[in-house]
């Protein structure tokens, strides 16, 4: 699922609000849902999952970018697109 942040923070949050990540079923020998499983682009630029980190919360995701491996900061007007397991 394609997900954009509404809230783009700087120097480094992306908001999706309304979101969460989906989860395998209870007692699924799959593993938990983590930001590698996701895509993710800051103004068409792809960024490598391991510079994004995601927590969950208050029914949002929020993607916290690592800027120093990114080589630049985040700025408000920035589209940030996720693409993964949302539900």
Same mark, same amino acid.
């Given at each position: 699922? /394609?997900? @954009?942040?509404?809230?783009?923070?700087?120097? *480094?949050?992306?908001?999706? $609000? #309304?979101?969460? /990540?989906? +989860?395998? !079923?209870?007692?699924? @020998?799959? !593993?938990?849902? $983590?930001?590698?499983?996701?895509? &993710? &682009?800051? *103004? %068409?630029?792809?960024?490598?999952?391991? /510079?994004?980190?995601?927590?969950?919360? #208050? #029914?949002?995701?929020?993607?916290? &970018?690592? @800027?120093? %491996?990114? %080589?630049?900061?985040?700025?408000?007007?920035?589209?940030?697109?996720?693409? #993964?397991?949302? +539900?």
């Amino acid at each position: 699922v /394609l997900k @954009t942040a509404g809230t783009v923070t700087a120097p *480094n949050i992306a908001i999706f $609000s #309304g979101a969460s /990540l989906l +989860q395998p !079923p209870v007692g699924s @020998t799959l !593993p938990p849902t $983590s930001n590698d499983n996701f895509t &993710f &682009f800051v *103004n %068409g630029v792809n960024v490598a999952s391991s /510079l994004v980190t995601l927590i969950e919360a #208050g #029914g949002n995701v929020t993607a916290v &970018f690592n @800027t120093s %491996g990114m %080589g630049y900061a985040l700025v408000g007007t920035d589209e940030v697109i996720a693409v #993964g397991k949302f +539900q």
